[in-house]
Nanobody, 123 residues
Framework: QVQLRESGGGLVAAGDSLSLSCAASEGTFSQYGMGWFRQAPGKEREFVAVISRNGLWRNYAESVKGRFTISRDYAKTTVYLQMNSLKPEDTAIYYC????????????????WGQGTQVTVSS
């Protein structure tokens, strides 16, 4: 059982940056593709970014390409999401997820989910 704990959410102004972290409880961190999803009020949860088990492959939603960067630290069993040039439409609850591979996770095949962290971007 992998437990995921997100942190770093908050209230920022449009154009600001924010960094999210997701700490995984398991030492088998390297065996999972890791990713971020988000859910805005009244909308379904959507894919944001994913990173492969070995960290060499990354994929992003079109809406965040060029602004968000996903990375992972194996020693700290933590995955990060650096968010720059934030827009009001980025407002959502951001969820960390772990899946069998990066590609499977990008398709929504998550094995574990975090509780989420709120990101609010004011205009």
């Amino acid at each position: 059982q992998v437990q995921l704990r997100e942190s770093g959410g908050g209230l920022v102004a449009a154009g600001d940056s924010l960094s999210l972290s997701c700490a995984a409880s398991e030492g088998t961190f390297s065996q999972y593709g890791m990713g971020w999803f988000r859910q805005a009020p009244g909308k379904e949860r959507e894919f944001v970014a994913v990173i492969s088990r070995n960290g060499l492959w990354r994929n992003y939603a079109e809406s965040v390409k060029g602004r968000f960067t996903i990375s992972r630290d194996y020693a700290k069993t933590t995955v990060y999401l650096q968010m720059n040039s934030l827009k009001p439409e980025d407002t959502a609850i951001y969820y960390c997820a772990a899946g069998p591979t990066g590609q499977a996770l990008a398709a929504g095949e998550a094995d574990y989910w975090g509780q989420g962290t709120q990101v609010t971007v004011s205009s």
